[in-house]
């Protein structure tokens, strides 16, 4: 059973920035696809930013020049840092690895 653990989440103002991490219990895992998702209420799961296994990085239109995806060397370990964060960010967000396994989420609220 692989386990997501993902930290970081919180409430911040207007403008600001966090940093999420996720990391996967399961080290047997060959250096894998990994992404991060959200979902605000009452709208669908979608796709923030994604790396794969050999480093390229994809993102949301939304998010481009504020979030960044990175990998902790060659580690099933990576964290999303967002800045210049907007209301429109507040959500839950998910760790994903391998296109099938998922955190338990983390709330995120941009709020002044």
């Known amino acids: 059973q692989v386990q997501l653990v993902e930290s970081g989440g919180g409430l911040v103002q207007p403008g600001g920035s966090l940093r999420l991490s996720c990391a996967a219990s399961?080290?047997?895992?060959?250096?894998?696809?990994m992404g991060w998702y959200r979902q605000a209420p009452g709208k669908q799961r979608e796709l923030v930013a994604t790396i794969s296994s050999g480093g390229s990085t994809n993102y949301a239109d939304s998010v481009k020049g504020r979030f960044t995806i990175s990998r902790d060397g060659l580690k099933n370990k990576v964290a999303l840092q967002m800045n210049s964060l907007k209301p429109e960010d507040t959500a839950v967000y998910y760790c994903?690895?391998?296109?099938?396994?998922w955190g338990q989420g983390t709330q995120v609220t941009v709020s002044s």
């Open positions: 399961r080290s047997s895992f060959s250096i894998s696809p």
């Open positions: 994903q690895l391998r296109y099938s396994y």
